[in-house]
């Protein structure tokens, strides 16, 4: 992995010339800017997730078979995954507002293409954006967090994105079944979310100073301290087995719980994808004192437990069943996140957090959506219960994987 790395010398020049801004430069108190950071994190979660429980009307408007699906799923990715590669570290040159101002104006627009779109093509687009916004906004949201509240700081960010989660999905589930015209309805009230989170942006303060090399770090790289580097490397099998879950609900289990189980009301759908978030979100919460390494072994055995029970309600069409997995493996997949976030996040600098932040998002990412993808263009030659079923071993496979070699390995 290729690490940015400043020149001692010139730093300190730049210091010279350009004398640091104060973190508080606004009136408001630094821990407005954790509240405001935690409330912008948990809206661009929520928008991503809004998409899911939507997939059945747009496969019905648009007549698309789950090979589109995962199609319009990969280009989300694609470009969330170029902007962790590119302007992922971007905030720690340039301060977090302006990339936060950034992200908040893509998630504006990706609402926007959303609501008017009429194709494929379109919907494409809109995903797309949202991965920019995504990719953007979740490391300058957690980098602030992190500025502004070191000591729970990673608690934080370990919840955002399963509270984001969960409200989208639930709420997308409760405008399907209750409110008029979801596929607008969804993204106004995002839309009208988005616009209040840019204006009270005006008011926040920066929380971090700026320094050379912005354009430098534009340059598609992964950027870890070489102090996280050995972290980072022992954690990797337990994160991708927890993000290759995320990954299983949020692409395909929807179709799953309509097409493969026969169940027709949206609100299951969404109900199992919130299900497995909020139960995460509540693991994290619960367990937050445990340490890293304890964090860890409960939740890839709590994984790998969940995961069998659910392949088990999905081909016995129980929906109980696959609620009851859902609950168990939410518990392993947010045990695992947040002992992993906790172990890493303390060994960065402040002007390090965003890098390595972008860095664990991407290989977080990358299990999120390769397997998924992966999944999705099997369907038509395997079937979907069957391309579920094989998803659901690997990441039983990973998670057993991983608890052998923490049982296995010194502390």
Avoid at 134 to 155: K, Y
Avoid at 191 to 205: E, Q, R
């Amino acid at each position: 992995m290729q690490v940015c790395q400043a020149n001692a010398a010139r730093d300190v020049a730049a210091k010279v010339i350009s004398p640091p801004s104060p973190v508080t430069t606004r009136s408001l108190s630094p821990a407005a800017m954790t509240l405001f950071s935690f409330a912008g994190a948990m809206l661009i979660a929520a928008s991503s997730s809004a998409v899911t429980p939507l997939y059945r009307l747009y496969q019905a408007s648009m007549h698309l078979t789950p090979f589109w699906i995962t199609i319009v799923f990969a280009s989300y990715v694609a470009s969330l995954l170029t902007a962790l590669l590119t302007v992922g570290g971007l905030s720690d040159f340039v301060g977090r507002r302006p990339v936060i101002l950034a992200a908040l104006l893509l998630n504006a627009a990706a609402m926007l293409l959303f609501a008017e779109a009429r194709d494929v093509g379109q919907l494409i687009l809109a995903r797309a954006v949202q991965g920019l916004c995504v990719g953007i906004g979740t490391t300058a949201f957690g980098a602030a967090i992190l500025d502004t509240n070191r000591s729970r700081g990673p608690l934080l960010n370990s919840v955002t994105a399963f509270l984001g989660m969960t409200a989208g999905a639930l709420g997308a589930a409760a405008l399907i079944t209750f409110a008029p015209d979801p596929l607008h309805r969804v993204y106004d009230v995002l839309l009208g979310l988005t616009a209040l989170m840019i204006a009270l942006l005006w008011v926040m303060p920066e929380s971090t100073s700026r320094k050379n090399g912005a354009l430098a770090s534009l340059r598609p790289h992964v950027s870890v301290p070489p102090q996280s580097r050995s972290i980072l490397a022992r954690l990797t099998p337990a994160n991708i087995a927890a993000w290759s879950l995320g990954g299983l609900y949020l692409s395909l289990m929807p179709t799953v719980v309509a097409s493969a189980m026969g169940v027709a009301s949206p609100w299951v759908g969404g109900v199992v994808v919130s299900a497995l978030m909020l139960t995460a979100a509540t693991a994290v919460a619960t367990f937050r004192d445990w340490p890293a390494r304890r964090l860890i072994l409960m939740g890839t055995s709590t994984l790998s437990l969940g995961v069998a029970v659910s392949m088990f309600g999905i081909q016995q069409q129980q929906v109980a069943a696959l609620l009851a997995g859902t609950v168990i493996a939410g518990a392993g997949f947010g045990s695992t996140f947040s002992g992993t976030l906790r172990a890493l996040l303390p060994t960065a600098g402040p002007h390090e957090r965003a890098g390595l932040l972008s860095a664990f998002y991407l290989q977080s990412y990358l299990a999120f959506a390769l397997p998924a993808v992966a999944a999705g263009l099997s369907v038509p030659v395997i079937g979907l219960s069957t391309a579920a079923y094989v998803y659901g071993a690997v990441i039983i496979t990973l998670a057993i994987i991983s608890l052998m070699a923490l049982l296995f390995t010194n502390r």
